[in-house]
Structures are given as C-alpha cells and as structure tokens.
C-alpha cells in the first residue's frame, strides 16, 4: 500500500497558470495535511493598507514595544480570523508546533505578547487561511498548479513578501522566469 506524503512544514508554491486569481505567486506555509484536509497560511502577499499596529489598536494594545510591520493576506478562508507564524521560542495557550519548523498561534494571547514585547522573537501575522477538505490538495498536486518545496523559515522571516515566491523557486534550482502556465503536447 502506498503511503501519502503529507506536506506539513513545507511551502506550497502556486504555478503559473493555477486558474485561480486568489492564488497567482501565492506562498503558502503549511501548517496541516493529513487524510482529513490541509491547511495552510500564504505568506507572499501583504494586506493593502493595513499593518500590525492597527490590529494591536483594534483590541486596545500597546504599539510602542514592536514595529508596525505589514499583515498578510493568509488565504481566502475566514479573512478576519488572524493567525501568527512565528518561532519555536515562544507558545501559548493554542501554539503547535509545525513540524519542527515554525510555530502557529492564533488567539490574543500571541498578540498580547508580541506588543508587550515578550513574544516571539520572529514572527508573521495574517489574516485567513487556506484550507482543503481531505483529499482535494492531492488532487490538485496531480494537476498543473501547485509545487512544494523544503521548509526554510528564513523565507518567512528574513525576505520579503513580494520576493518569497521567486525565492523559494529559485532555492529549490528553479528559475521562475521559465515556468510557463501551459503545457505542450507530444
């Protein structure tokens, strides 16, 4: 019997031509896949006008502790459900560890934290998710339109948004400026 390899602490990169807008250069770290569905938070793509401060402001946090760094748009599912990505140095009352990777968190505490300045040394903030129901991401990899890489925090943490998809297809020896959105045929 065939055994599923499950893309936990990996990126999954959008090809060119995935067919959906929500996902053109999407970056996704994954966070969860198993039998019953996966899940993921994308990191290649900033929230228009909106930034770490405002949220700290929206539940009444400090901003003077902690840089006002962009939010990023996580994924089409529950857009106003914020998720944190961060480092193993810090968890809180729901964190999980990602495979030894990187850590998730998703409740105020990790906020609270973050603007007190006790939090997580490296850390990204997002709103929504991208999610799968059991089953339908291993479709979609047996289809033209996603490819997964390694886990690397530094792309998470060190590069920024608009540079991580060409980033991760470079550092898996894949120049992006060849990938096509078609493919031929023989």
Request: overall charge negative; glycine content about 14%; hydrophobic content about 45%.
């Amino acid at each position: 019997m065939e055994k599923t390899a499950f893309l936990v602490g990996q990126f999954l990169l959008a090809m060119p031509g995935i067919g959906d807008p929500r996902f053109e250069h999407a970056v996704i770290a994954m966070c969860a896949h198993d039998e019953n569905g996966a899940m993921g938070v994308g990191i290649g793509e900033e929230v228009d006008g909106l930034g770490l401060h405002d949220l700290l402001r929206q539940f009444d946090l400090r901003t003077d502790l902690v840089a006002d760094l962009p939010v990023h748009v996580g994924g089409p599912v529950e857009p106003r459900r914020g998720f944190v990505l961060h480092s193993k140095d810090w968890g809180g009352q729901d964190t999980i560890d990602v495979a030894g990777c990187w850590s998730l968190s998703g409740t105020i505490d990790v906020l609270r934290a973050i603007a007190e300045g006790n939090g997580p040394k490296q850390f990204l903030v997002a709103l929504g998710f991208a999610g799968w129901e059991g089953g339908q991401l291993d479709g979609e990899l047996l289809r033209h339109g996603w490819f997964n890489t390694p886990a690397d925090p530094s792309l998470i943490y060190d590069v920024p948004a608009a540079e991580r998809w060409n980033r991760a297809f470079t550092t898996a020896g894949i120049d992006p400026r060849l990938l096509v959105a078609g493919t031929g045929t023989a």
